[in-house]
């Protein structure tokens, strides 16, 4: 397993942007598969965006598309989640993981996550 520290989460107003980094502990990072969940009270855990070890293929949920990006950068054992135009519907504790299944939209598949950081988005 890996350990994975997230950080970049607080409150902003609708429309704004944050960037979220994940940061992995261990000297295999390169080889998992690294994705984005996130919760909101109240609610289960569900898939935001996922990213392949080489960083070339990724996936996101339709609730995401085209205002988030997902990105690592496995020299910095870093993973990145850019969000803009941001809604009030996107405030959740945003968890990142770890696992060997590509593309998998499900927390089952993965084994390694973070504590969360919150995300508020509110006016």
């Known amino acids: 397993q890996v350990q994975l520290v997230e950080s970049g989460g607080g409150s902003v107003q609708p429309g704004g942007s944050l960037r979220l980094s994940c940061a992995a502990a261990g000297r295999t990072f390169s080889s998992y598969d690294m994705g984005w969940f996130r919760q909101a009270p109240g609610k289960e855990r569900e898939f935001v965006a996922t990213?392949?070890?080489?960083?070339?293929?990724?996936n996101y949920a339709d609730t995401v598309k085209g205002r988030f990006t997902i990105s690592r950068d496995n020299a910095k054992n870093t993973m990145y989640l850019q969000m803009n135009s941001l809604k009030p519907e996107d405030t959740a504790v945003y968890y990142c993981?770890?696992?060997?299944?590509?593309?998998?939209?499900?927390?089952?598949?993965?084994?390694?996550w973070g504590r969360g950081t919150q995300v508020t988005v509110s006016s």
């Open positions: 990213i392949n070890p080489s960083g070339g293929s990724t």
């Open positions: 993981a770890a696992g060997y299944y590509s593309g998998s939209r499900y927390p089952y598949n993965y084994n390694s």
